[in-house]
């Protein structure tokens, strides 16, 4: 695979193929984090997918690829998200799941286990935009450097933002946890 040269440093020439063989896992997980149903979920993923396969030959390797990435697929899902909701008029429903928690050793606790995935992936999905935005990139194990160059906020914002929304998603599951 060809290289180009930047400040002396090598990389390898990005390609869509490649970055859907690496990332898709991680941006299906994204496009369910701003999406419940399954046909606005492939038509969103569709979208992030041409936006990155426009804005490769633009990549210039100032940041990570992955950081790159996830900053096109936010933008790109964020956009998409406010124009429907412009559209409709009406708040994100709220239902299935994102990807099931490995098994637990008792039925019962894998059913309370969904449930809790559920409550959890809902909240997030209620959270503001910049907010959803950080915690599934933090879910997705960017650390604090890669989060402040896809989102745009400083790392000390990042880290009282995470702190914030840990307690909200705490609370929101307790709430359905208790209304049961």
């Known amino acids: 695979m060809p290289s180009e040269t930047q400040a002396g440093v090598e990389r390898p020439q990005t390609s869509l193929a490649r970055l859907m063989e690496q990332y898709e896992p991680a941006l ?14 492939e038509d969103l993923f569709q979208e992030i997918v041409l936006g990155l396969c426009q804005a490769i030959p633009r990549f210039r390797g100032d940041s990570s690829e992955r950081t790159w990435l996830y900053r096109i697929a936010h933008n790109i899902a964020a956009s998409a998200l406010y124009s429907r909701r412009r559209r409709e008029r009406s708040e994100l429903p709220i239902a299935e799941a994102v990807e099931c928690f490995a098994a637990a050793g008792h039925p019962d ?17 209620e959270l503001p935009g910049i907010d959803r935005q950080v915690v599934v990139l933090h879910l997705e194990g960017l650390n604090y450097e890669e ?34």
């Open 28 to 41: 299906w997980r994204l496009v369910n984090s701003y999406e419940v149903d399954g046909a606005r979920r």
């Open 109 to 125: 606790e894998a059913l309370l286990l969904r449930e809790k995935r559920d409550a959890m992936l809902a909240a997030i999905r």
């Open 147 to 180: 989060i402040e160059h896809v989102s745009g906020l400083s790392q000390s914002a990042i880290a009282t933002r995470l702190t914030r929304i840990r307690a909200r998603l705490a609370e929101a599951v307790r709430k359905k946890e208790v209304c049961k």
